[in-house]
C-alpha cells in the first residue's frame, strides 16, 4: 500500500473490489443508508447533492460527510474533516463501473491536498481498513442482496504483540486453526455461532469471517488491531432476513457479556483469555 503523491500536492489512495449485481442494485448497497448498514457500520445518507452521509462507529464515534457529486448509479463524491483539527480536507469518491458477466467494480478513491507526508498515515490506514469490508460487501451482495439487516460488535483488549492477541481470540472461541471453506462452530462457554470459513487472514493485522447460518444466516467478522502494548479486537455480525433484527436482540448482550469477560476494555494488562 502506498500513497500517490502529485505535482500539484495531490495526495490520494483507492480501493476497488468487483462484487456481483447490476449497477443499480451495486449502488443501493453503496449509496443508501440501509444498504452502507448492511455490510458497513449504521449509516444515514441524505441522498442529494449538498446533502450529508453520517456513519456510526461507535458510541462518541460518528463520521460525516457533505456531499459534493451525486450521479446515480455510477459515481458519489464526499468531503469531510474527519482528519482531525487544522488537517486538509478528506475527498472521498465512489464509483460502479459494469462488467461482463453479472457484476461490477466498486472503487473508492480517498484524497487530500498537502505539501508535507503529515496525513500519509491516515490515508495509508485509512486505505487498509477497506478490504475486509469488501469482503462482507461482496457476501452481502452474493447472498443477501437486498434483505433487512441487522448489525452488531462487540470490542475489547488483550496484551500484544498482536498475533498473540488474535491466537487468544480465535482460541477462546474454538476457531484456532480455521481454514478456508472449513465449516467451524464455536466452542462451549462462547454464544453457538456456526458457518463456512469465506476468507481468513494470520499475518498482519488478523481476520476471518464465516458465512452464517446459525444463529441465522448472515456473516461473522473478526479482527485485530495493533495499539500500542495493548491490541484491539473485535467481533462483529451481520444477520440478513427475517430473523435478523431478533436474533441481533438476542445475541448481542450475549456477546458483550462474553468479551467484557474474556478480553475487558480496561484493566486488562494482567489478563489472558
Not at 464509483?95 to 496525513?119: N, P
Not at 480465535?170 to 462462547?190: D, F, K, P
Not at 499475518?203 to 448472515?218: F, Q
Amino acid at each position: 500500500m502506498s500513497v500517490k503523491k502529485e505535482a500539484s500536492g495531490r495526495r490520494s489512495v483507492q480501493v476497488e473490489v468487483e462484487v456481483p449485481g447490476t449497477p443499480e442494485e451495486v449502488w443501493q448497497a453503496i449509496a443508501t443508508g440501509p444498504g452502507v448498514s448492511s455490510w458497513f457500520v449504521p449509516a444515514e445518507l441524505d441522498e442529494r447533492e449538498g446533502g450529508a452521509i453520517t456513519c456510526h462507529f461507535g458510541p462518541g464515534m460518528d463520521s460525516s460527510a457533505t456531499i459534493t457529486e451525486w450521479d446515480p448509479p455510477h459515481r458519489l463524491a464526499a468531503e469531510s474533516g474527519d482528519l482531525g483539527p487544522n488537517a486538509p480536507m478528506l475527498a472521498t469518491e465512489w464509483t460502479v463501473e459494469a462488467r461482463s458477466g453479472g457484476t461490477c467494480v466498486v472503487r473508492v478513491v480517498h484524497s487530500l491536498f498537502a505539501s508535507t507526508d503529515d496525513w500519509d498515515d491516515q490515508l495509508e490506514s485509512t486505505e487498509s481498513g477497506w478490504p475486509a469490508f469488501f469482503l462482507i460487501l461482496r457476501l452481502y451482495l452474493t447472498h443477501f442482496r437486498g434483505r433487512p439487516c441487522s448489525t452488531f460488535q462487540v470490542t475489547g483488549f488483550a496484551p500484544g504483540p498482536e498475533s498473540k492477541a488474535w491466537d487468544a481470540l480465535v482460541g477462546s472461541l474454538g476457531l484456532g486453526g480455521a481454514t478456508l471453506g472449513q465449516r467451524r462452530n464455536t466452542s462451549a462457554g462462547a454464544p453457538p455461532v456456526a458457518g463456512v470459513v469465506e476468507a481468513i487472514r494470520e499475518d498482519r493485522h488478523p481476520y476471518a469471517m464465516l458465512l452464517l447460518d446459525e444463529p441465522a444466516p448472515g456473516a461473522a467478522f473478526l479482527n485485530t488491531c495493533g495499539i500500542g502494548a495493548r491490541v484491539f479486537l473485535a467481533v462483529g455480525f451481520y444477520f440478513y432476513g427475517d430473523r435478523a433484527s431478533a436474533t441481533a436482540a438476542h445475541d448481542e448482550p450475549l456477546w458483550r457479556a462474553w468479551m467484557s469477560e474474556h478480553f475487558p476494555a480496561v484493566n486488562n494488562a494482567s489478563n489472558t483469555a
